[in-house]
Each structure stands twice: as C-alpha cells, then as structure tokens.
C-alpha cells in the first residue's frame, strides 16, 4: 500500500510551527522558557497541532534544528572541497570544525535550546551522532594518527553551543577571532606526533 502523503494544510501548519519556533528562539535571551504555547500563539495554530506534529517540546526543535542543518550536510556528503568527499583529511576535518562552529553563531539560541533540552547534554542527539561520525572517519584518513574517537568528542567539545555562546555573547569574541582560534587549536591537535599509547608517568 502506498504511503500516504500529508495533507497540504499539515504541511502548511508545519512550516508555519516550525518559523515561529525559529523566530522565538532567535528573539529569546533563554531559550529553555520557550514553551509550546508559545509557539503554537505564535504560528496562529492549537497547542494539539504542535503535540501532533512533533510529539513534545524537545521534538520540536529537533525538527527544526534537522531543518536548518540539511544544507550544511548535503554539503558534507556532496558537497565540493573542503567540507566534501575527497578533500584532503588534514583540510577537511578543520572545514567541518568550522562549519560546526559557524552554523552555531548563525543558530545559537536554537542549539542552546536543544542541548538544553532534555537532560542538557548533546551526546545523545542524532545531530551529535553524525558529526562525531563523520568527524572521526575523516581522522581515519590521516596517516599515523591514533584514538581518533577521544580526538573526535573532545574536538567538538571546543564547538559546544554553551562554549560559543559563552565566548561570542560573555567575552564579546567577535565571529572571525573565534573562527582562528578554533582554526588555530584543531591545527595543533592534527599537527601530531601522534603517540599510540600514553607515556609512562
């Protein structure tokens, strides 16, 4: 039987939830008292359309996080050199560390509002999953270089959304500075020797 395709006004309806929850997040100064009746006042729609749709609050900005990263992972899988397949791994993993810290400037109160979620920590979202992944088979590619699953969590701990909005709104970082420094700390990372087992204390 062939599968059902949603209606147009669910379709409508979710676009409209899925713009407000943006817009909400994007105004908020704290993202965590956004709450479903916000949002649902905001797109004009019953609170049991969003429940319906996207199951419960951390649901939602699930969506819509997978939404605004979509063109950032076709980028990743198809895109052209750096963020590619077949860019070198010493350029590419430093890209994808960019890429990661510059989608979260360009969405920070919406990545604040899903590592928020739930129990606060991003290692069991999907999101997570396929960066570390994607991140740790790019390490692979590098010749001699070991523990690339350690390297790969505690890279991207340097892009969590709590540390950039930490620097860029606390210490005031502007956007460019951060991109260097980050540059600068995954080029030390990647720059080896590479040791296979810790040394003898």
Wanted: glycine share 8%.
């Amino acid at each position: 039987m062939p599968e059902r395709k949603p209606r147009a006004d669910a379709v409508r309806n979710q676009e409209a939830v899925l713009a407000a929850a943006d817009r909400l997040f994007a105004r908020s100064d704290r993202p965590e008292q956004v709450t479903m009746a916000d949002i649902a006042a905001e797109a004009g729609v019953g609170k049991g359309t969003l429940f319906r749709g996207f199951g419960d609050r951390t649901g939602l900005i699930q969506a819509l996080y997978e939404t605004r990263l979509e063109p950032v992972r076709r980028a990743v899988t198809d895109g052209p050199s750096p963020l590619g397949p077949g860019t070198p791994p010493l350029e590419r993993a430093p890209a994808l560390l960019d890429a990661v810290l510059c989608f979260k400037l360009d969405h920070r109160h919406l990545s604040l509002a899903l590592e928020e979620a739930g129990s606060g920590s991003p290692y069991g979202a999907g999101h997570y999953d396929w960066w570390h992944g994607t991140l740790r088979g790019v390490l692979e590619e590098i010749p001699g270089f070991d523990g690339s699953d350690f390297t790969a969590h505690a890279l991207l701990a340097a892009v969590r959304a709590d540390l950039v909005d930490h620097l860029a709104d606390r210490q005031d970082a502007p956007r460019e500075r951060l991109r260097a420094e980050l540059a600068a700390f995954v080029a030390k990372v990647l720059n080896g020797p590479y040791p296979s087992e810790p040394a003898a204390p």
